[in-house]
């Protein structure tokens, strides 16, 4: 992982910024992207502070042209492509009869299409530099898995991201690049700020340690999935989730 760039989306907050500083710590070069200017550069600024390389690009991931110039940036910076996060997501716990058609569109235009766009663009540009042992992680969700009335764009999304998983790793394997995915179960970021005390106390029950997932604890996870010791998996969508699906 040495001096391996990696693009980093939903940099800003929660797993993404924990990523990112795990990654610089092994010795990545990271290119740090979200919409959250002021949150990413922070980011930026305490992995430079810990002795890491680190830039930000501001990039809203369901613009395609904005993923292409992302990249195309991550290259004119450090002169390379070794992977890519596709980390940025949202979620708002939307009832199935509240959600309208431009909602719809939009919720998956950042959780599904963003994720195809980095895929898209990363393995154009890996295949275009031949870059030896390029790596693809997407963020995906126990949410892959199953549905709920108050998750119905978010699950889709993410059912998606679990399924482009495989075609990619089928896509790309004859280019050495290796595609796979992470379902966290409920993690403790920004994004279940919308969860009322209540739901979270339940939540907490549902995972074996009787707690939520840290951003941290994740993030070692998606490391693992960039490092040479994954080299084994391949298409696949590891659970990191505390037994949640195991006992669900
Ligand atoms: N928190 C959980 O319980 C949980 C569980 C399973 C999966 N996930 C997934 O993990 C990923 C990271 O979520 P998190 O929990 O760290 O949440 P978070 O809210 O802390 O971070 C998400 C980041 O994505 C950024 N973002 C949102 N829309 C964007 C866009 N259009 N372009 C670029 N960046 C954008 C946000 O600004 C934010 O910095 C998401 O894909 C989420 O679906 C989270």
């Given at each position: 992982?040495?001096?391996?760039?990696?693009?980093?989306?939903?940099?800003?907050?929660?797993?993404?910024?924990?990523?990112?500083?795990?990654?610089?710590?092994?010795?990545?070069?990271?290119?740090?992207?979200?919409?959250d200017k002021g949150n990413l550069e922070a980011v930026v600024e305490s992995i430079r502070t810990?002795?890491?390389?680190?830039?930000?690009?501001?990039?809203?991931?369901?613009?395609?042209?904005?993923?292409?110039?992302?990249?195309?940036?991550?290259?004119?910076?450090?002169?390379?492509?070794?992977?890519?996060?596709?980390?940025?997501?949202?979620?708002?716990?939307?009832?199935?009869?509240e959600v309208t058609p431009e909602s719809y569109h939009d919720h998956l235009a950042i959780n599904q299409h963003g994720v195809y766009y980095g895929?898209?663009?990363?393995?154009?540009?890996?295949?275009?530099?031949?870059?030896?042992?390029?790596?693809?992680?997407?963020?995906?969700?126990?949410?892959?898995?199953?549905?709920?009335?108050?998750?119905?764009?978010?699950?889709?999304?993410?059912?998606?991201?679990?399924?482009?998983?495989?075609?990619?790793a089928d896509a790309l394997a004859e280019d050495g690049i290796r595609v796979t995915a992470i379902a966290p179960a409920f993690i403790d970021t920004a994004l279940l700020k919308h969860v009322p005390e209540e739901r979270r106390k339940r939540l907490e029950k549902k995972h074996l340690r009787g707690k939520l997932l840290s951003a941290e604890e994740v993030a070692k996870v998606v490391v693992f999935l960039f490092s040479e010791d994954s080299v084994a998996i391949n298409g696949s969508t590891v659970l990191a989730d505390d037994g949640f699906l195991a006992i669900h």
């Open positions: 992982m040495q001096n391996d760039v990696l693009i980093v989306t939903g940099a800003a907050s929660g797993l993404g910024a924990a990523a990112a500083r795990l990654l610089a710590e092994k010795g990545a070069r990271i290119v740090a992207a979200d919409i810990n002795g890491g390389d680190a830039v930000s690009r501001v990039t809203d991931v369901s613009k395609a042209e904005e993923v292409k110039a992302l990249v195309d940036f991550a290259v004119e910076t450090f002169g390379t492509l070794d992977g890519i996060f596709n980390n940025a997501g949202v979620r708002d716990g939307t009832h199935f009869t895929m898209h663009y990363a393995a154009k540009k890996m295949r275009e530099l031949n870059v030896q042992g390029g790596r693809i992680v997407n963020t995906a969700s126990i949410r892959s898995f199953f549905g709920a009335k108050k998750s119905f764009r978010y699950s889709a999304a993410k059912a998606a991201v679990e399924n482009m998983t495989k075609s990619g």
